[in-house]
């Protein structure tokens, strides 16, 4: 390992002592601060990555960067990044090891970052191989007490040994340990070095590592690619990688390690390799630098940092062509460490003011999101219950009611009643006073203007009109049904028989009335309900299933009501309207008379007319022009006449209590009973009132487990960003 003898001089610090580097180490800490305060999540955050293949001479390269020894084995021996953070002291040298945890055991991140202390505060280099094992052991075993690996035997970490009774380790992690270098001979610098890229491995390996590297060389990141001389660029797959991240190659820095590697006789080697140091291949925003370090025997023998530095310089003095280019400042590790600590400055100093404006955009977009979620239930679990069924059941009263600002059911019902209207008067008997068929029958089949103002488009009406009879079917019709009767008697069985005709449709009709009247019901409700108790699950799956009950409760009792007003109708024909039912029969038979051939042979003009009419008026005769037909002798279908006057007189009677008592029901029996019965079943079913009323009530408004994750996630947001905003403001941004 490299020496950590003391005589190392501060001629070894690189821009240590400078105003520059005191600007450098208050911007570094910074950035180091914000990443404690877990900003990365949210904001991107400029630092150095370091990656490379394996055996690219990596782990080397962040020994001479750092000055300390980092875990070597065969194999992969890093799997997890680790974030170096030198800072330049008057003071001795000294070490602390954290760890920060961004991620859980299944990969996603937690709801707060935090930086762990891991073990304290040393003071000598030698400490530093095996505190770095121990802390790559403790996180790749989550579940452990860190101080199980603290006192954990060194040589079984060092022969792969990480297992814990009880506890699966993890293959990488992406939680990070972090490196805190203070000291006089340390440049201030941060960077992050990743485990090393591996092809020969099982697959998952190779993916792990590689979608490692992947996260983190995006964004505003310094790429630092290790690349061996010993192999072509365009063989190295960190190079691939940082391509990729980097098609431009603005962020990316090459570092060209094992120059002492290329054979005496490989010229044109040496010679490509030049011309990618002086930028005439591949080049790169920031370019190449070149560096040598020892190699294993003397690392194991002990090199002093200083010692590797002057044999350093010594190598690039004298080999060719090396020695001879014309660009000595990418040459050696002193020159790559200020490079990139200047470099690290300059994009930390560019980034902080942009900081403070994304910190608040995302500041004002987290507490937006939160503002939009439902507020937290902060009242007693019961009477919060108790109050969401006592408005819920008030907004159904005002819907079944009808009000400005709930009119939608009660309008749609209006509509609904009148289709229903429009379905039983096209029932109505359709007779035609005639023996043969006629072209225009509207006339004697259409009923009198009541009902004229209705809205129903054709399209709309649920049944077409009544076939049409002319005298010889209901001749038909009466001697069809003679029993018993004596003559020119016209049987009772034959009115009740056409009465049955236009009643037999009417359970349909008031039927697919009543079912219209309930969807539109189970639409407001519905809509209720989302409204109400959108944001409480448990609630509503409890509620929907018991309005739902009361709905099937309160229709089949409607059904039933309806049943019994039109079982009412099919019994024995009864009115004591009398008034109407005569005065309708009256006009029906006059008018049927009128449409007869008996009678005057010329017609009157309506002069002629209006004469008569007022000199029956003269006499004392109160009588109307539609009368004048009862003045026809007697018709040879006098009696069929006389039934169809009658039955049709009997229908307007009957529809019109027909199309207000199914109406009304629907009203009060389904409607306003429901409404009125529904807070009290609420409260018994949901137990409001009981011993364990508010434990019930408590699990009724429970958030559902993803607005609780979302509030916690938005106001773990909110807090980190609050505390770098604070950060940025006490910074002077």
């Given at each position: 390992m490299i020496s950590t003898d003391s005589h190392d001089s501060k001629a070894d610090a690189l821009i240590g002592d400078t105003g520059y580097a005191r600007t450098t180490k208050e911007l570094i800490e910074f950035v180091t601060t914000l990443r404690a305060l877990g900003a990365q999540v949210f904001l991107d955050l400029p630092r150095i990555v370091v990656i490379g293949n394996q055996s690219a001479g990596k782990s080397s390269l962040v020994e001479a960067i750092s000055g300390?020894?980092?875990?070597?084995?065969?194999?992969?021996?890093?799997?997890?990044?680790?974030?170096?953070?030198?800072?330049?002291?008057?003071?001795s040298w000294s070490c602390q090891i954290s760890i920060r945890w961004e991620f859980d055991t299944n990969g996603d991140r937690v709801d707060e970052v935090s930086e762990v202390l891991f073990g304290t505060h040393f003071t000598e280099k030698e400490d530093v191989e095996s505190m770095l094992r121990r802390a790559q052991a403790a996180i790749l075993n989550p579940t452990v007490p860190l101080s199980h690996f603290l006192g954990i035997d060194i040589q079984a970490l060092r022969a792969g040994d990480t297992k814990v009774p009880g506890a699966k380790p993890l293959a990488f992690s992406r939680n990070v340990i972090c490196v805190d270098l203070a000291g006089p001979d340390l440049v201030d610098l941060s960077f992050v070095d990743l485990p090393g890229i591996v092809q020969n491995a099982e697959p998952e390996v190779v993916q792990l590592v590689e979608d490692l590297v992947k996260s983190y060389v995006g964004g505003n990141c310094l790429i630092l690619v290790t690349l061996p001389m010993s192999d072509d660029i365009e063989n190295q797959k960190a190079a691939r990688i940082a391509k990729q991240a980097d098609p431009e190659g603005l962020r990316t820095i090459g570092v060209l390690t094992k120059p002492d590697t290329l054979p005496t006789g490989s010229t044109k080697s040496r010679?490509?390799?030049?011309?990618?140091?002086?930028?005439?291949?591949?080049?790169?925003?920031?370019?190449?630098?070149?560096?040598?370090?020892?190699?294993?025997?003397?690392?194991?023998?002990?090199?002093?940092?200083?010692?590797?530095?002057?044999?350093e310089a010594d190598f690039f003095r004298t080999t060719a062509p090396w020695s001879t280019s014309i660009s000595q400042g990418r040459f050696g590790t002193l020159?790559?460490?200020?490079?990139?600590?200047?470099?690290?400055?300059?994009?930390?100093?560019?980034?902080l003011p942009k900081l403070i404006g994304e910190v608040s955009t995302q500041l004002v977009a987290c507490k937006k999101q939160l503002s939009a979620l439902p507020p937290l239930v902060t009242t007693e679990p019961a009477a919060f219950v108790l109050n969401l069924v006592v408005t819920f059941c008030a907004e159904v009263m005002q819907h079944v009611h009808g009000s400005p600002a709930c009119a939608n059911?009660?309008?749609?019902?209006?509509?609904?009643?009148?289709?229903?209207?429009?379905?039983?008067?096209?029932t109505a008997p359709a007779f035609v006073p005639s023996q043969e068929k006629v072209k225009h029958t509207s006339k004697y089949t259409k009923l009198d203007d009541e009902g004229s103002d209705s809205t129903i488009g054709r399209k709309e009406l649920d049944a077409v009109s009544a076939p049409v009879m002319y005298l010889g079917d209901v001749r038909k019709r009466i001697k069809d049904c003679i029993t018993r009767e004596l003559p020119n008697n016209v049987p009772y069985a034959a009115k009740r028989s056409f009465m049955r005709d236009f009643q037999q449709s009417w359970e349909y009709h008031a039927m697919t009335c009543f079912e219209r009247v309930q969807e539109a019901f189970k639409d407001v409700l519905s809509?209720?309900?989302?409204?109400?108790?959108?944001?409480?699950?448990?609630l509503k799956a409890l509620i929907s299933p018991i309005i739902m009950e009361q709905l099937q409760i309160h229709s089949q009792r409607t059904t039933d009501?309806?049943?019994?007003?039109?079982?009412?109708?099919?019994?024995?024909?009864?009115?004591?309207?009398?008034?109407?039912?005569?005065?309708?029969?009256?006009k029906q038979l006059a008018q049927y008379k009128r449409a007869r051939p008996q009678g005057p042979v010329m017609l009157p003009t309506k002069e002629e007319l209006k004469s008569a009419l007022a000199a029956l008026s003269m006499l004392g005769y109160t009588v109307k022009e539609e009368d004048l037909g009862k003045l026809n002798p007697p018709d040879q279908f006098e009696e069929e006449l006389e039934l169809m006057a009658e039955v049709r007189a009997y229908f307007y009677v009957a529809y019109k209590r027909v199309i207000d008592y199914v109406p009304l029901s629907i009203d009060q029996h389904f409607l306003y009973t429901l409404a009125e019965g529904l807070q009290p079943v609420l409260l018994e079913k949901l137990g409001v009132g009981s011993s364990t009323a508010d434990a019930r009530c408590a699990s009724y408004i429970a958030e559902e487990p993803g607005v609780v994750s979302l509030r916690s996630e938005l106001l773990s947001k909110k807090k980190r960003l609050e505390s770098v905003q604070k950060a940025l403001f006490n910074f002077g941004l």
């Open positions: 300390i020894s980092v875990p070597r084995d065969a194999g992969t021996c890093t799997r997890c990044p680790m974030e170096c953070r030198l800072s330049n002291t008057p003071d010679e490509m390799w030049l011309d990618v140091i002086e930028g005439r291949r591949h080049q790169l925003k920031h370019g190449y630098f070149c560096t040598r370090q020892p190699d294993d025997d003397k690392r194991l023998s002990g090199v002093s940092t200083s010692e590797a530095r002057s044999a020159n790559l460490v200020k490079s990139i600590s200047e470099l690290l400055t300059k994009i930390i100093s560019d980034s059911l009660v309008q749609s019902n209006r509509h609904t009643f009148e289709r229903f209207k429009s379905a039983i008067r096209q809509d209720i309900i989302k409204e109400q108790f959108a944001r409480f699950g448990h009501h309806i049943k019994i007003i039109l079982a009412l109708e099919a019994a024995t024909p009864f009115t004591q309207n009398t008034h109407y039912f005569a005065d309708k029969r009256a």
